[in-house]
Nanobody, 125 residues
Framework: VQLQASGGGLVQAGGSLRLSCAAS????????VGWFRQAPGKERELVAA???????YYADSVKGRFTISRDNAKNTMYLQMNSLKPEDTAVYYC????????????????????WGQGTQVTVSS
């Protein structure tokens, strides 16, 4: 099983980035997937998640700015990040959790079975 994240980079505050995560070796549609981030000295936190059925969850800090989506036919998930702020600077990780239901999502790191390698997002002020 492999999750390959891409799309990170350096952007000015107010700018946008789109992260992608391609999955292989799993039946992607059977998994809830999420994006986490970890800033230096901080714990890894859930940014957004989407269930196998398409239900979404967002951290309060990104609501209205970030959009998570998935394309099961392409085994790929996305995170569109708009109106970026310096506090969004972190390494972003994609992750997949075996779906317990059509609507299942989780904010717990320990509930996720597979992880991507991380992609750096840096937002300058």
């Amino acid at each position: 099983v492999q999750l390959q994240a891409s799309g990170g980079g350096l952007v000015q505050a107010g700018g946008s980035l789109r992260l992608s995560c391609a999955a292989s070796g799993v039946t992607f549609s059977n998994y809830a997937v999420g994006w986490f981030r970890q800033a230096p000295g901080k714990e890894r936190e859930l940014v957004a998640a989407i269930s196998s059925g398409g239900s979404t969850y967002y951290a309060d800090s990104v609501k209205g700015r970030f959009t998570i989506s998935r394309d099961n036919a392409k085994n790929t998930m996305y995170l569109q990040m708009n109106s970026l702020k310096p506090e969004d600077t972190a390494v972003y990780y994609c992750a997949a959790a075996a779906a317990r239901s059509y609507f299942y999502v989780s904010s717990l790191v320990t509930d996720y079975d597979y992880w991507g390698q991380g992609t750096q997002v840096t937002v300058s002020s």
